[in-house]
T-cell receptor
């Protein structure tokens, strides 16, 4: 079956880099996504990567995809207190348009 | 409006009662999704509407759950004979076309508490 897994919690100090990891099981995934949920708000798309790419960089964000191991990571450089949120990994599955989301990783940034 | 609008934002109900949750997607978006977010859990897919196609209901947890989308716009999620395990935040999202490259725009959710 389809499954997307993430660790539940990550704590870093302000200015450090954060790395949030995700594993997925569906080898037919075409796109993989990172969404951010701030307290009391809906999810917002941060970035996505096509499955034929290994890396995508967008300002402070770097997404790495290891398709062989079905492993996706999100690196946030120079983490700020405003980055504190829940980060969801998601995949699109062949044959279904709705995304499958992981359980989310709560990132806590300490000043 | 500019974003996805959901109502009510909070709903407290008694076990056994029926509830209706409403979602008003972004104008022009043909795809509409319902997800459920329980405490400490990820987002659980419930149902997906795409244009005039038959909805993908494969995520609905039981026959107490149903959803409609009228006129390709507003959607209502109905939960009959609510149970305590139905307590969760129900999130609605819409996207332009439902294609996998499309960004999902989420509403702020409807928090349901079943006593």
């Amino acid at each position: 079956g389809e499954d997307v897994e993430q660790s539940l919690f990550l704590s870093v100090r302000e200015g450090d880099s954060s790395v949030i990891n995700c594993t997925y099981t569906d080898s037919s995934s075409t796109y993989l996504y990172w969404y951010k949920q701030e307290p009391g708000a809906g999810l917002q798309l941060l970035t996505y990567i096509f499955s034929n790419m290994d890396m995508k960089q967008d300002q402070r964000l770097t997404v790495l995809l290891n398709k062989k191991d079905k492993h996706l990571s999100l690196r946030i450089a120079d983490t700020q207190t405003g980055d504190s949120a829940i980060y969801f990994c998601a995949e699109s599955m062949g044959g279904r348009r709705a995304l499958t989301f992981g359980s989310g990783t709560r990132l806590q940034v300490q000043p | 409006g500019a974003g996805v609008s959901q109502s009510p934002s909070n709903k407290v109900t008694e076990k056994g009662k029926d509830v209706e949750l409403r979602c008003d997607p972004i104008s022009g978006h043909t795809a509409l999704y319902w997800y459920r977010q329980s405490l400490g859990q990820g987002l659980e897919f419930l149902i997906y509407f795409q244009g005039n196609s038959a909805p993908d209901k494969s995520g609905l947890p039981s026959d107490r759950f149903s959803a409609e989308r009228t006129g390709g716009s507003v959607s209502t999620l109905t939960i009959q004979r609510t149970q305590q395990e139905d307590s969760a935040v129900y999130l609605c999202a819409s996207s332009i076309s439902g294609e996998n490259t499309g960004e999902l725009f989420f509403g702020e959710g409807s928090r349901l508490t079943v006593l």
